[in-house]
């Protein structure tokens, strides 16, 4: 499953790795779906940029970029459609100035297919 981001122009927010230990890192949380369970989510590589706030060249995600997860379908699971929630915590910045925390729900639908249609 793919969870993707778009962070507004002129923005970016920390990467899931920042730089600094007082930045907040970028995380997904999902709520469980009956017969579906997550593993751990890959993130990607950020970009790395340097500003005149800080001396530390930081790891962040600008633009689109996508949060991928393993979901495995347990035995017995029903065939259907399935939306599953969650959300995004971040700490969104300017080029001056970095946000409080923040968090954002996301909603993925998946399809779930018969054993015959598999």
Not at 62 to 75: L, N, Q, S, W, Y
Not at 77 to 85: E, L
Request: proline content about 8%; some cysteine.
């Amino acid at each position: 499953m793919v969870v993707t981001i778009d962070v507004p122009g002129g923005c970016h927010i920390q990467s899931h790795v920042p730089a600094e230990p007082f930045l907040v890192p970028t995380t997904l949380d999902l709520d469980g779906s009956a017969g579906l369970s997550f593993g751990a989510a890959t993130y990607p590589v950020g970009d790395t940029e340097r500003f005149d706030w800080t001396p530390v060249v930081l790891n962040l995600y600008r633009g689109t970029f996508e949060i991928d997860v393993p979901v495995k379908v347990e035995a017995g699971a029903n065939p259907g459609r399935r939306t599953v929630s969650g959300r995004v915590r971040y700490q969104g910045c300017t080029a001056n100035a970095c946000l409080p925390p923040a968090e954002v729900g996301v909603e993925v639908d998946l399809e779930i297919a018969s054993k015959e249609e598999g």
